[in-house]
């Protein structure tokens, strides 16, 4: 995979400046399929808005329904299988294998058939600027006095199974980072790198942040979690922008599941991990 910086600025084409109304549909249409593959659990419905997106793109914008096409694979491959947290493992290796071959597929298509070079993932080896250390000790600070509020107070966190072992504790950590990371690379690097390439920065944040958070709602983030999970994907996409590093999202993504994964294992083993300051006692 490539490594070079992310430029969506520079990938962009002449429409994305101000796109036309049918254009924004039918990237609409492929967004909110999201919604109900994920968030509703109807299949059928989710793939009507797919291929209604991909009819009024092939109608406005063949370069959009290329890529719009792109993304469209990628939820498919992922509706496949339920997104229900499980630490089995056949549940772990059917998320590994489903979620890599959501990636997987549109990159190939895009570097090897299309012959393109939009979707990367870059390294950003520059040094993290004060705002990059400002913003991930924030990060920190929120996420230890925001999340315990919502996963406990909430009975959120008994949407991912119960770990009292050690075996399960150490599935469930790889668990949660896995699919942390992967969220960065398909959501940001693929989802939001495409739209970008043709919407300015708001319009193709906000579709990308439906796809997140659908997703996100099915993982187990529900109830008022969106409350959380939609500003998150926002700020992902805007941090993205702003460094052109995946190891910078990736590492402000991974704190906050470093946090939820510690209030998990306090939730279902209340002598551990009794650290936090916010969660109903």
């Given amino acids: 995979m490539s490594t070079g910086a992310t430029t969506p600025d520079s990938h962009q084409g002449r429409s994305a400046v ?3 109304w049918n254009r924004l549909l039918a990237a609409a249409l492929v967004a909110v399929s999201a919604v109900a593959l994920f968030g509703l659990h109807q299949r059928p419905v989710g793939y009507a808005l797919i291929v209604a997106g991909l009819v009024v793109a092939a109608v406005a914008d063949r370069q959009l329904l290329r890529h719009l096409s792109l993304i469209a694979a990628g939820l ?3 509706s496949t299988m339920s997104l229900e947290a499980d630490l089995s493992n056949a549940g772990m290796a059917r998320f590994a294998v489903t979620l890599s071959a959501a990636v997987a597929l549109p990159y190939a298509v895009s570097r090897w058939w299309y012959r393109e070079d939009i979707i990367r993932f870059p390294l950003g080896t520059d040094r993290w ?3 990059e250390f400002g913003y991930l000790a924030l990060v920190v600070v929120a996420g230890y006095l925001v999340l315990p509020v919502y996963f406990l107070g909430s009975g959120a966190y008994r949407n ?3 770990s009292s072992g050690t075996d399960e504790i150490v599935r469930l950590f790889i668990g949660v980072n896995a699919v942390g990371l992967w969220d960065e690379l398909f ?3 693929i989802v939001f790198t495409l739209l970008r ?3 300015p920065f ?3 944040n906000v579709l990308q942040s439906v796809v997140f958070v659908s997703f996100l709602w099915e993982l187990g983030y529900r109830g008022w979690g969106p409350l959380l999970t939609v500003p998150f994907a926002l700020l992902q996409g ?3 922008q702003r460094t052109r590093s995946l190891p910078y999202v990736v590492t402000v993504h991974l704190t906050f599941d470093a946090i939820i994964f510690g209030i998990l294992v306090h939730a279902y083993n209340p002598d551990l991990a009794d650290v936090f300051l916010t969660g109903p006692r």
Avoid: G, L, N
Wanted: with cysteine; aromatic share 30%.
């Fill in 18 to 20: 101000r796109p036309s």
């Fill in 76 to 78: 498919v491959v992922i």
């Fill in 129 to 131: 600027s004060r705002f």
């Fill in 160 to 162: 991912w199974p119960e």
């Fill in 187 to 189: 959501f940001i690097c």
């Fill in 197 to 199: 390439h043709h919407f």
């Fill in 202 to 204: 708001w319009q193709a």
């Fill in 238 to 240: 805007y941090i993205f």
